[in-house]
Nanobody, 117 residues
Framework: QVQLVESGGGSAQPGGSLRLSCAAS????????MAWYSQAPGKQRELVAS???????NYPDSGKGRFTISRDNAKNMVFLQMNSLEPEDTAIYYC???????????WGQGTQVTVSS
């Protein structure tokens, strides 16, 4: 059974940092793209960052310069370093693995990130 389990969410003040982790099991994702998505209350899930199996990264404008995605293929994990957090970053963050077309086949259960003073 393939599982993606996120951790590292929590509360932070504006300008603070959090590091999210996603541990995959049941399948090696070393050759697959992985990504982080966020979903704020009342909004659609949106891409935060993605990384290919070769390590090429992609960031939509909202996280560019503040967020960094990375992966450790040996540990079958992907990370999201979030800096200069803003209240608008408050959302549930989901890890996704194995891109198929325009979506991902596998999803984690999500981890809550709350940014407030």
């Amino acid at each position: 059974q393939v599982q993606l389990v996120e951790s590292g969410g929590g509360s932070a003040q504006p300008g603070g940092s959090l590091r999210l982790s996603c541990a995959a099991s049941g399948k090696s994702f070393s050759a697959n793209s992985m990504a982080w998505y966020s979903q704020a209350p009342g909004k659609q899930r949106e891409l935060v960052a993605s990384i290919s199996g070769a390590g090429n990264t992609n960031y939509p404008d909202s996280g560019k310069g503040r967020f960094t995605i990375s992966r450790d293929n040996a540990k079958n994990m992907v990370f999201l370093q979030m800096n200069s957090l803003e209240p608008e970053d408050t959302a549930i963050y989901y890890c996704a693995g194995m891109k198929v077309g325009r979506t991902y086949r596998y999803w984690g259960q999500g981890t809550q990130v709350t940014v407030s003073s």
